[in-house]
C-alpha cells in the first residue's frame, strides 16, 4: 500500500484524457482519495485566502459569532467551536469553520436554498479572496469530474448541468492550537465520510489526515506542497451504486509536541444542483453495483445535516 497516494499529474488530461480518467477512477475505487499534482489553482489565490483565513480566526469569539446563522445549518458563515461532530458520534470536533457559497448574478428559485454569504467587515479583502477561491476550486472540480465521467464510461461533459448551480460550499477551518486538555474523545474531526459529490481539498500545514483503506487500516494522507487532494463524498457513492465509494477519513490531534501549532485546511465541497435526482446508474449497477431508494440532492443534504447536529429537528 506504500504508493496509493503517488500524485496524478493533471497536465496527463491534456495529453491522454483517458490515461487520467483511470489513473483517478482506479485511485477512487482503491481508497475513495486522489492526489493531484500540476493543478490550475493559482498559488496567489491559495496564499490570499489563507492569510484572510488566519485573520478572521485571530478575531474575538464576539466578532466572529456575528457571523453565526444557527438556525442555517452552518450553511454559510461562521461554525463556532465545538458545534459539528461526526455522523453517530457524541464527542465534538475540535474545529470551527467558515463557509463562502455560490454567488448567483441573476434571479433564481434557490434563494430560500443557498443563503447569501455575509460579508466580513473586519478583514480587508476577506469576502474577494474566499469568493475567488471558490470559483477556481468550483471550475477544476468541473475538470475532474469530466475525467470521473469518463472513467464510468459517460460523455465527458455529463455532470455539467448537474452541478453547474449546486449548493456547493468552500469551507475554512481553524483547528486551534491544544494547549489546554480538550474534551475526552474529542479529535480533530472525527471519521467521516463526505456528504456531497466530491470534494477537493488545499491546505492542511500540520498533519493528521487520514483514509480507511477498505482492508480496515487507517493510512495517513501526507501529499506534497503544491498537489490537492480529491475524494469522493457520498451523494458520488450512491449515484454510482457504491461502484465509487465515499470512504470514512478523520484528522488527529497533534502529537505533544506539536500541539501549540493550529492546523488549517481549506476544503471545497462541490454539490450537485438541489433538484438534481440521484438515482444510481445503470452502469454502475451492471457492475455490481446496488442501487438505493431515488433522492434529491437537497433532500439528501437535509438528512445528513440533521444527522451530524448543523441542523436540529
Not at 3 to 11: A, C, G
Not at 142 to 149: E, N, Q, S, T, V
Not at 205 to 230: F, R, Y
Request: glycine residues 10%.
Amino acid at each position: 500500500m506504500t504508493n496509493l497516494f503517488d500524485p496524478i499529474s493533471y497536465k496527463l488530461w491534456f495529453k491522454d484524457k483517458s490515461a487520467f480518467a483511470n489513473a483517478i477512477g482506479e485511485s477512487f475505487r482503491e481508497t475513495g482519495f486522489a492526489v493531484i499534482s500540476d493543478h490550475i489553482i493559482v498559488q496567489d489565490i491559495i496564499d490570499d485566502v489563507g492569510a484572510a483565513t488566519k485573520s478572521f480566526f485571530e478575531r474575538s469569539e464576539i466578532t466572529k459569532k456575528r457571523y453565526h446563522d444557527p438556525k442555517g445549518g452552518g450553511q454559510r458563515g461562521y461554525t463556532p467551536f465545538g458545534t459539528e461532530s461526526a455522523k453517530g458520534e457524541t464527542a465534538i470536533d475540535l474545529k470551527e469553520f467558515w463557509h463562502t457559497g455560490r454567488r448567483f448574478s441573476d434571479p433564481n428559485d434557490y434563494n430560500y436554498i443557498m443563503l447569501k454569504t455575509p460579508s466580513v467587515s473586519e478583514v480587508p479583502g476577506f469576502d474577494r479572496a474566499s469568493h475567488g477561491l471558490f470559483t477556481a476550486m468550483d471550475e477544476f472540480g468541473r475538470d475532474i469530474l469530466a475525467g470521473i465521467a469518463l472513467f464510468l464510461g459517460l460523455e465527458e461533459g455529463w455532470f455539467e448541468d448537474k452541478v453547474d448551480r449546486g449548493n456547493s460550499i468552500l469551507r475554512l477551518i481553524h483547528y486551534p492550537a491544544q494547549n489546554k486538555p480538550f474534551p475526552t474523545g474529542s479529535v480533530r474531526a472525527a471519521a467521516h465520510e463526505d456528504i456531497n459529490v466530491i470534494t477537493l481539498l488545499l491546505g492542511a500545514e500540520e498533519a493528521g489526515l487520514q483514509v480507511q483503506h477498505k482492508s480496515g487500516k487507517w493510512l495517513d494522507i501526507n501529499p506534497p506542497a503544491g498537489t490537492l487532494v480529491v475524494n469522493c463524498g457520498d451523494m458520488l457513492q450512491r449515484y454510482t451504486a457504491g461502484y465509487l465509494p465515499s470512504t470514512s477519513h478523520r484528522v488527529l490531534n497533534p502529537t505533544p509536541e506539536r500541539a501549540h501549532l493550529p492546523r488549517y485546511s481549506m476544503p471545497y465541497f462541490l454539490h450537485f444542483n438541489p433538484e438534481f435526482l440521484i438515482e444510481a446508474l445503470p452502469g454502475c449497477i451492471e457492475k455490481g453495483g446496488k442501487a438505493e431508494a431515488p433522492i434529491t440532492a437537497i433532500d439528501y443534504l437535509m438528512e445528513r445535516l440533521r444527522e451530524i447536529g448543523l441542523v436540529k429537528g
